[in-house]
Structure formats: C-alpha cells, structure tokens
C-alpha cells in the first residue's frame, strides 16, 4: 500500500517568513495529493491540492510542488501569519477505492 | 464546499456499551465514504471505506466486528463501536468523497465531518 512521510513534524517561524513542509510517497500510481489544515479540536480542511499532471500549484500564499520522478510534493506558506497556525496534513490518493493516506501531520507555529 | 455532518460531537460512555455514531452527506450524495481515527497529536488513521449498498472495506488491524459500518443510502453512513473498551476512547471523523466532472476539469475530493470525540469509561 501507499506510504507518505511528512516532515518536519514541528515547525515554528516568525510571522511573515516562508514556511515549508515536505513529503514523499511510495506508490507510483497515485495522481492525487491534497494538503489539509487542521485546527486544534476542529476537522480537517482542505487547502490546496494538486494533480500528478501538474508540476506546481498556487494560491494567494499558498503554493504546491510535486515532483512526480522524486515522488515528493512540498507545501509552501509565504508571509505567514499567526492564524496559519495549525498541523497540517499532506495526503496522497492511490488504489482502486482511491482511498487517502496521510501523513504524520506538521505542527506550524507562526510567532508574533 | 460540500458539508459533512457527524452526531453526535462528544459521547461518554460505560465498558461495554456500544456507540453509534452517524455521518450524513446533507447536500450531495456520497457513494463512498470513509471512517478515520485520530489520537492526540496524531495523524489520521483509516478504519475502513464504507460504500453505498456493499460491504464496507476495513484496513489491515482493524476489528470488522467490533466497529460496524452501515452505508445505508446515499447520504448516510453509520459507525457502531461494539462493547467499547477505554482504548476505544479516540476522536473518529468520517469523510465522504465526491467525484466528478466539470468542463475538463475532473475532480476527486474529500469532505471531512466535525468529528466525534468518544470517551470510554
């Protein structure tokens, strides 16, 4: 089955620097990778995703890279904020079911 | 976005007593839906992948007999937890997956409900 790693698990900047979080996955056949923000005590949301035809999506301060060979994919968050604060989740679908696996999650602090 | 809703939001419970929870697509129709759980600071585990009028399909661990999944229409599935123990004591999300097409554009996303968090006692 589908493998993602994510890192780093933790992750504090200072309001208004970049923040980036990595992951990799195992299985070839996925074509899907969506980012989630989760909010303490609260479901996950989705923020962005991107497809495997894809190399690089953005939105406002958020951007997506997938590099298919390497089979990794970044999330970028530009001018962070403090209510950018949460753990965020990358994914990716694969199989049949097209069913999700996530990874182990970042906890991003952005400090005032 | 589509919603997703999840009853109820907190349950406590005796050993041993057995927990429904609900997960209700309010304005689409989801055929397949999925059930996770989640500990503390922990990532999102997945249960099982629950379609529309079949059996659902639980993931390598988990006790098909011990957390029941009903998909009984289009817009509900239901996730009994069976003489629950305190290890049962998590937080459980459903998501309902939607598909579909618009212009070239296809799309495959997941819609995440509020949670239910079960405490066992």
């Known amino acids: 089955g589908e493998n993602v790693e994510q890192h780093p698990s933790t992750l504090s900047v200072q309001e208004g620097d970049s923040a980036v979080i990595k992951c990799t996955y195992s299985?070839?056949?996925?074509?899907?990778f969506p980012w989630y923000k989760q909010e303490l005590g609260k479901r996950p949301q989705l923020i962005i995703d991107?497809?495997?035809?894809?190399g690089e999506k953005k939105d406002q301060r958020i951007a997506v890279t997938l590099n298919k060979t390497a089979k990794h994919f970044s999330l970028h968050i530009t001018e962070t904020q403090p209510e950018d604060s949460a753990v965020y989740f990358c994914a990716a679908l694969s199989g049949g079911y097209q069913k999700v696996t996530f990874g182990i999650g970042t906890k991003l602090q952005v400090i005032p | 976005g589509a919603v997703v809703s999840q009853h109820p939001s907190r349950v406590i419970c005796k050993s041993g007593t057995s927990v429904k929870i609900e997960c209700r697509s309010l304005d689409f129709q989801a055929t397949t839906m999925f059930w996770y759980r989640q500990f503390p600071k922990k990532s999102l585990m997945l249960m099982a992948t629950s379609n529309e009028g079949s059996k659902a399909t639980y993931e390598q661990g988990v006790e098909k007999d011990k957390f029941l999944i009903n998909h009984a229409s289009l817009t509900l599935s239901t996730l009994t937890v069976t003489s629950a123990h305190p290890e049962d004591s998590s937080f459980y999300i459903c998501s309902a997956r939607v598909t579909g097409t618009s212009g070239r554009r296809s799309y495959n996303e997941q819609f995440f409900g509020p949670g239910t968090r079960l405490t066992v006692l």
């Open positions: 991107i497809r495997s035809n894809v």
């Open positions: 299985d070839s056949a996925s074509n899907y």
